[in-house]
């Protein structure tokens, strides 16, 4: 079974500058999370999607952030501009409605953004 | 409102020795509780979970954990280190409704000394 898949892994911008990534879950998971890890830190959820409905996403900036998961499959997480601050490792993970009996959350290698 | 301590930014271990990386959780509800461990530029991996059943955990890898709720605690233990568990460790704290999010503790790096 395909795990996680992200891209690019790495992504080198300059500030002020977009900047996208995608993330295509486990086959048949139906939630889909993006979670922001800062340096020496632990994940921080951003956005949390039940199929294509954002049911959770209270913690993204929504000034500078946006994030779309159509067809409930595939997501993409935008930066708009970019900031300093934003340097950081986006992380995506998944899991299935089966999977809530344990709420496990299968993870990305992530999407590692240095803003310059 | 959820939370989760990890006592300890960094562990030091020699090879052969016992691994114990403490977490303590708040949880205003009876909780789900995992490790993660997450090598260098890779995704975090699923260790262990606790789910209400079987208070004493065996996760991959030889590690285990025990929840004692009268302690709030989940502390991770392996009785014998390897150089390949040389990594960083999250725990994490959810409730127990279907599909939650994750809380997770700010990790604790693990040296395995030869």
């Known amino acids: 079974e395909a795990g996680v898949v992200q891209s690019p892994r790495y992504k080198i911008i300059e500030k002020k500058q977009p900047v996208a990534f995608w993330c295509n879950p486990i086959?048949?998971?139906?939630?889909l999370y993006w979670y922001l890890q800062n340096l020496g830190q632990g994940p921080e959820l951003l956005i949390r999607?039940?199929?294509?409905?954002?049911?959770?996403d209270s913690q993204l900036p929504k000034d500078r952030f946006s994030a779309e998961r159509l067809k409930g499959v595939d997501s993409t997480l935008k930066i708009q501009p970019a900031e300093l601050g934003d340097s950081a490792v986006y992380l995506c993970?998944?899991?299935?409605?089966?999977?809530?009996?344990?709420?496990?959350?299968?993870f990305g290698p992530g999407t590692r953004l240095t803003v310059l | 409102a959820q939370s989760v301590t990890q006592l300890g930014s960094h562990v030091s271990v020699s090879e052969g020795a016992l691994v114990l990386l403490r977490c303590n959780y708040s949880?205003?509800?009876?909780?789900?509780l995992f490790w993660y461990v997450q090598y260098p530029n890779q995704g975090l991996q699923l260790l262990l979970k606790?789910?209400?059943?079987?208070?004493l955990v065996k996760g991959i890898n030889g590690f285990e954990a025990e929840f004692k709720k009268s302690e709030t605690s989940f502390h991770l233990t392996k009785p014998s280190a390897h150089m390949s568990d040389a990594a960083e460790y999250f725990c994490?704290?959810?409730?127990?409704?279907?599909?939650?999010?994750?809380?997770f503790g700010k990790g604790t790096k693990l040296t395995v000394n030869p």
């Open positions: 949880s205003s509800v009876p909780p789900y």
């Open positions: 994490a704290v959810s409730g127990k409704g279907g599909s939650e999010k994750l809380v």
């Open positions: 606790y789910t209400s059943a079987a208070t």
């Open positions: 993970a998944s899991s299935s409605i089966g999977g809530a009996v344990s709420n496990e959350q299968f």
């Open positions: 999607y039940e199929n294509e409905e954002a049911v959770d």
């Open positions: 086959s048949g998971h139906n939630t």
